[in-house]
């Protein structure tokens, strides 16, 4: 509020002038009567006295208006300060009251225009909430078709459900046709088969003298020279392959012989490894669905068993068994939603050439030969296969395989002979087993999936195994070598007498990998051999020994393979 201090000041001001005034008139009135009296009096006095009272009477009348002079001056003097000071303080207070005018002015004029912008909002939100009631009115009505939706789709889908339910009991039957007609299309191809694989010609076949001494053109054709004379006459089902080889007779003339074989499969040198399992997987397939199933490596030494079955580092080179092993747990894995639970359990051995020792490539003892732990190999009625003192791991997926399989790898036996540097001189033997229930149809299963890699099979007189200090052993080792290999023909060959209707003994105890592989190698199981040759001409006679031999296994026929299932 603003203060108004200017006319009360004026006012007291004014009043106390005026009160100045009438104290003096009263004074020179009470001094005119006063002399009124006296005059009375002093007529009887004489003319002297009566003068010097009247001189008395002036000269106190006139100290009495000099005094009241006086007490006037100083009140008028205090007057005239206090009009100073208050006119001062008048002229601060206007001017304190004309700049909070000024303010006043100034706020009133930012509140109008903050009206105005308000005025404006309003209108905005007003608007804004005119379209938002508009738009919540259209969700709502979404909202309400919304409901009716899903209630719609909520009846769908308990219709869907039902029929997934029937779905569901129509794929368990279908499943079971798909077993049934699996195993039939296995049978119908034979519960033995031979695949034949030939590997290309690598840069360590080609002597490094002769490519430094030789042009490119030469070195060609040096690599033709080396190079077997391999046909592969069946382009369509890749089934047939011709060798040709050239030899002198006693007389000195050449001898250019052509030998023809037929085999289930005959992979060329540019086949990859997901070509060659491609075949391979219905196999692996057979062992989830509860069968006894044998893949082996046979070849010569350096003829790529061991590539084949295990491999390179990345997954296009990746072997049988990572790739079989990724195929397991796939199939078991997408066989849950059926109703199935597996649980799948492996082992890793050897079986050294030399004495026939059995040597865990899972354990983490046997460093030595005086620590050597003693495996016995075990058959049971129920047709199952154990080896004492063996490691048998859980298995949960296939990175852990691999893990275990890497570490395996480096305790096998190896050793260098004149046909590869790095020759195997031990069968391996990777064994998976899977046990499968369905609680749905109370159906269970057992399957069991080896995976060899045999030793290498080589000539004692073009493998050098009997030079060198250590020339006697890898002489024995050659040799055992090749009786195990042999023993595992026997085998097959009393196994295919046997399917005829003969009455052959079974000698699966003359080699401890075929008494270990007995339950595989049995009419109830299906096995696969995969015959590996090197493409080079001097392996040629261990080549034409390797095709014979896999052709006297694929004219074997076991019989009928049964799937090990139970229903409760």
């Known amino acids: 509020m603003l203060e108004k201090p200017s006319s009360g000041r004026r006012a007291t001001t004014h009043t106390t002038v005026t009160s100045g005034q009438n104290l003096e008139e009263q004074l020179v009135l009470g001094r005119v009567a006063t002399l009124g009296t006296s005059r009375d009096n002093t007529s009887r006095l004489t003319s002297v006295e009566a003068t010097r009272l009247l001189d008395a009477g002036k000269l106190e009348e006139l100290d009495r208006r000099t005094e009241l002079n006086n007490i006037a001056s100083d009140e008028i003097s205090n007057l005239k300060k206090q009009h100073e000071r208050l006119s001062r303080e008048a002229r601060e207070d206007l001017r304190a009251c004309r700049e909070e005018l000024e303010r006043e002015r100034e706020a009133m004029s930012t509140l109008k225009a903050t009206?105005?912008?308000?005025?404006?909002?309003?209108?905005?939100?007003a608007a804004e909430n005119t379209a938002l009631k508009a738009r919540d009115e259209a969700r709502q009505s979404q909202m309400d078709a919304d409901t009716q939706q899903i209630a719609e789709l909520t009846r769908k889908l308990q219709e869907e459900r039902q029929k997934n339910v029937a779905l569901n009991w129509e794929a368990m039957r279908n499943e079971a046709l798909r077993r049934k007609l699996h195993n039939t299309i296995q049978e119908l191809k034979g519960n033995i088969r031979v695949f034949c694989r030939v590997r290309p010609v690598l840069p360590s076949d080609l002597s490094e003298t002769s490519m430094m001494s030789t042009s490119t053109e030469d070195a060609k054709k040096l690599q033709e020279d080396m190079t077997a004379n391999m046909i592969f006459p069946d382009h369509c089902d890749h089934k047939e392959?011709?060798?040709?080889?050239?030899?002198?007779?006693?007389?000195?003339?050449?001898?250019?012989?052509?030998?023809?074989?037929?085999?289930?499969?005959?992979?060329?040198?540019?086949?990859?490894?997901?070509?060659?399992?491609?075949?391979?997987?219905?196999?692996?397939?057979?062992?989830?669905?509860?069968?006894?199933?044998?893949?082996?490596?046979?070849?010569?030494?350096?003829?790529?068993?061991?590539?084949?079955?295990?491999?390179?580092?990345?997954?296009?080179?990746?072997?049988?068994?990572?790739?079989?092993?990724?195929?397991?747990?796939?199939?078991?894995?997408?066989?849950?939603?059926?109703?199935?639970?597996?649980?799948?359990?492996?082992?890793?051995?050897?079986?050294?050439?030399?004495?026939?020792?059995?040597?865990?490539?899972?354990?983490?003892?046997?460093?030595?030969?005086?620590?050597?732990?003693?495996?016995?190999?075990?058959?049971?009625?129920?047709?199952?296969?154990?080896?004492?003192?063996?490691?048998?791991?859980?298995?949960?997926?296939?990175?852990?395989?691999?893990?275990?399989?890497?570490?395996?790898?480096?305790?096998?036996?190896?050793?260098?002979?004149?046909?590869?540097?790095?020759?195997?001189?031990?069968?391996?033997?990777?064994?998976?087993?899977?046990?499968?229930?369905?609680?749905?149809?109370?159906?269970?299963?057992?399957?069991?999936?080896?995976?060899?890699?045999?030793?290498?099979?080589?000539?004692?007189?073009?493998?050098?195994?009997?030079?060198?200090?250590r020339g006697n052993d890898r002489l024995k080792e050659t040799q055992n070598i090749n009786r195990s290999l042999s023993a595992l023909g026997d085998v097959i060959a009393a196994l295919g007498e046997r399917a005829n209707g003969g009455d052959q003994h079974i000698p699966y105890r003359n080699s401890k990998l075929t008494y270990l592989l007995?339950?595989?190698?049995?009419?109830?199981?299906?096995?696969?051999?995969?015959?590996?040759?090197?493409?080079?001409?001097?392996?040629?006679?261990?080549?034409?020994?390797?095709?014979?031999?896999?052709?006297?296994?694929?004219?074997?026929?076991?019989?009928?393979?049964?799937?090990?299932?139970?229903?409760?």
């Open 115 to 125: 009206m105005s912008h308000q005025s404006d909002s309003d209108l905005t939100l």
């Open 241 to 469: 392959i011709v060798l040709r080889s050239s030899s002198k007779s006693a007389t000195g003339q050449e001898r250019i012989g052509s030998y023809a074989f037929s085999f289930d499969r005959v992979f060329e040198p540019g086949s990859t490894q997901a070509q060659v399992f491609e075949e391979i997987s219905l196999l692996a397939q057979s062992c989830i669905d509860g069968y006894n199933v044998c893949i082996f490596a046979y070849g010569q030494t350096g003829s790529g068993k061991s590539y084949t079955m295990e491999g390179g580092s990345t997954d296009t080179t990746k072997g049988m068994i990572p790739r079989a092993v990724e195929q397991v747990f796939r199939e078991t894995e997408r066989l849950k939603e059926k109703g199935w639970e597996y649980q799948i359990k492996g082992q890793f051995l050897e079986i050294a050439s030399y004495n026939e020792t059995i040597k865990d490539l899972f354990g983490k003892g046997e460093i030595d030969k005086k620590s050597e732990v003693k495996h016995e190999i075990k058959h049971d009625e129920t047709g199952s296969t154990r080896v004492t003192d063996i490691t048998v791991v859980d298995l949960h997926s296939p990175f852990q395989v691999k893990t275990l399989l890497a570490s395996g790898q480096d305790r096998r036996s190896v050793a260098t002979t004149l046909m590869n540097d790095c020759s195997s001189r031990s069968h391996s033997v990777f064994t998976l087993r899977l046990s499968g229930t369905n609680t749905s149809t109370g159906e269970s299963c057992k399957g069991c999936l080896n995976l060899v890699d045999l030793a290498g099979s080589e000539r004692i007189t073009t493998s050098g195994t009997g030079t060198g200090g």
């Open 518 to 568: 007995q339950e595989s190698l049995t009419r109830d199981s299906k096995t696969l051999m995969i015959l590996n040759l090197s493409p080079l001409t001097r392996h040629s006679n261990e080549s034409l020994t390797a095709l014979r031999f896999a052709t006297k296994v694929n004219n074997t026929t076991l019989g009928t393979a049964k799937k090990r299932v139970r229903r409760s």
